[in-house]
C-alpha cells in the first residue's frame, strides 16, 4: 500500500527521480565529449607552452601526451584544422604581436621568428605572406591591418 499517495502520484514521483537521476549520470557519448575536450585542452595548452621549441610537432606531442600521433590527429579532426596548421597559426599569432609590440621594436625579425619556433627567415616570411598578405616588415610598418590567419 502506497499510503496516502494515489498510483498517478506515485507514478510521477518515480518519473522525477528517474529523470533526476538521468540528468547527473552523463551519457557515455558526452564522457567521450567531455573527456575529448580535456584531452585537446591539455594538448593546446602544452603546444602553447613549447611553441617557442623549433622541434614542437605532433610526434612530440603525442610522446609527451602517451597517445599515437595517429590518435593526435583525430583529436584536432573535430576542429577543422590539422596539428601542424595549429601550430604554425599559433606561432603567426605571437610573431604577428611581437612584430607590433612596442618593447620589441628593436628586435630583427628573424630572432622574433626564431624565438616563435622559426628557424628559417624564408620560410617564416612566406608563412607570414601567405597567412596575413603582407611581409613581416609591412606589418611592423604599419601598412594596413592585418587580416586573420587563414586556417588551411
Not at 583525430?74 to 606561432?91: E, K, M, P
Not at 625579425?109 to 601567405?130: C, K, L, Q, V, Y
Request: hydrophobic residues 35%; proline residues 7%; glycine residues 6%.
Amino acid at each position: 500500500m502506497i499510503g496516502t499517495m494515489s498510483g498517478a502520484g506515485a507514478l510521477a514521483s518515480l518519473l522525477d527521480l528517474i529523470a533526476a537521476i538521468l540528468v547527473r549520470e552523463p551519457t557515455a557519448e558526452h564522457r567521450f565529449e567531455t573527456r575529448r575536450d580535456s584531452q585537446l585542452a591539455r594538448v593546446r595548452g602544452y603546444i602553447q607552452e613549447n611553441l617557442a621549441d623549433p622541434r614542437l610537432s605532433p610526434k612530440t606531442i603525442a610522446t609527451a601526451h602517451h597517445m599515437s600521433v595517429r590518435s593526435l590527429h583525430r583529436l584536432f579532426a573535430g576542429q577543422d584544422t590539422t596539428v601542424a596548421s595549429w601550430i604554425r597559426n599559433q606561432r603567426l599569432e605571437r610573431c604577428r604581436h611581437d612584430l607590433t609590440d612596442p618593447a620589441l621594436r628593436d628586435r630583427p625579425i628573424h630572432a622574433i621568428a626564431g624565438r616563435w619556433g622559426f628557424p628559417s627567415h624564408a620560410h617564416f616570411t612566406r608563412a607570414f605572406r601567405t597567412a596575413y598578405g603582407m611581409s613581416p616588415l609591412e606589418h611592423r610598418h604599419g601598412y594596413g591591418p592585418p587580416r586573420p590567419a587563414r586556417r588551411s
